[in-house]
């Protein structure tokens, strides 16, 4: 089935160690989105690409950055991650940004 | 500013009984309008969208909503809920291309 893939499910880090989360998808979307989302929370929109063009969101902290190498791939960067940086990281896609959005299962990220 | 507000932030019923969880969004220009689901342990999942035409939209799982839009409002409803929709409900809207979801609400089934 097509669908929004993340890997890996969980990820243990410790403070101030880079770390990398992966997402694949395999709608063939034009839009990439990197929701945080803390519990009880809803998620909240870090950045998102339109095909190449990267959108960062206002009050997006510095420390986090990605990385789009082609249609299918989207990649969230955490460089130095603090102890509030531990959330769940949600990837969605979309055909376009008016349309509606799916999401993958999402990367639990633990600071240690 | 504009928002989307989600006026019940945890809801308990008991099986059978009906649903509505109200969702109010502030922004004028055209909207595209959504529901998602989080159950619990697993990703967001699309319950029902509306971009245009009847206001009363049907989802997945029995579940309805309808966008009134002098009320700036779009209500997610269920005439009998089972304990299986105990979950996170999620109102999102679309507008100006930009996502805005709401602060979410919990709804507990009691069996």
């Known amino acids: 089935d097509a669908m929004v893939i993340q890997n890996p499910r969980y990820q243990v880090t410790q403070f101030g160690k880079p770390v990398t989360l992966s997402c694949s998808q395999t709608l063939n979307h034009n839009v990439m989105y990197w929701y945080q989302q803390k519990s009880s929370q809803a998620p909240k929109l870090l950045f998102h690409?339109?095909?190449?063009?990267?959108?960062n969101e206002a009050d997006t902290p510095d420390n986090f950055q990605s990385r789009r190498p082609n249609t299918s791939f989207c990649f969230l960067d955490i460089r130095s991650p603090g102890l509030g940086d531990a959330a769940m990281y949600l990837c969605a896609t979309s055909r376009g940004p008016s349309n509606e959005q799916y999401f993958g299962p999402g990367t639990r990220l633990t600071v240690t | 500013a504009q928002s989307v507000s989600q006026h019940n932030h945890h809801v308990i019923l008991s099986e059978a009984a009906s649903l509505e969880l109200g969702c109010n969004y502030s922004y004028g220009g055209t909207v595209n309008l959504f529901w998602y689901v989080q159950y619990p342990g697993q990703h967001l999942q699309l319950l029902l969208k509306?971009?245009?035409?009847?206001?009363l939209v049907k989802g997945i799982k029995g579940f309805e909503a309808e966008f009134i839009k002098s009320k700036f409002s779009f209500n997610l409803r269920k005439p009998s809920v089972q304990w299986s929709d105990t979950a996170e409900y999620f109102c999102a809207v679309i507008t100006g291309n930009q996502f805005y979801f709401g602060t979410g609400t919990s709804l507990t089934v009691i069996p």
């Open positions: 509306y971009f245009s035409g009847d206001p």
């Open positions: 690409y339109y095909d190449k063009d990267f959108n």
